[in-house]
Nanobody
């Protein structure tokens, strides 16, 4: 079973950048579909991005062109580079790892389905706060 430990996040002004990291132990990311969810107060949890293999990536429409997901196979670490941040990006961010088939689904990014996808994952990071001020 994989365990996930997050780092990064914090507070930044609109237009700024942050990078989140998620280090895996107990298993390699190669065996999983891995990605990021976020949840703002009083809002539904939503998928942000996922990656499978080296280059199979998907993003929520709201972050396309601004966020970039990647992983360092040697370090077994997942990253989320967030550029041009907006106040609406403020949320608790979580990395997740799940069965490979999750990376062939767009349920991550659909209202009403994202929560189910979240619960179907095999492992979750502890969460990290991102706050973007205007």
């Amino acid at each position: 079973q994989v365990q996930l430990l997050q780092s990064g996040g914090g507070s930044v002004q609109a237009g700024g950048s942050l990078r989140l990291a998620c280090a895996a132990s107990g298993n390699t990311f190669d065996n999983y579909c891995v990605g990021w969810f976020r949840q703002a107060p009083a809002k539904e949890r939503e998928g942000v991005a996922y990656i499978h293999g080296i280059s199979t990536t998907r993003y929520a429409d709201s972050v396309k062109g601004r966020f970039s997901i990647s992983k360092d196979v040697a370090q077994n670490t997942l990253y989320l580079q967030m550029n041009n941040l907006r106040p609406e990006d403020s949320a608790m961010y979580y990395c997740v790892a799940g069965a490979p088939y999750h990376c062939y689904s767009d349920s991550w990014f659909k209202r009403g389905l994202a929560e189910g996808t979240w619960h179907a994952m095999d492992a979750w990071g502890q969460g990290t706060t991102v706050t973007v001020s205007s």
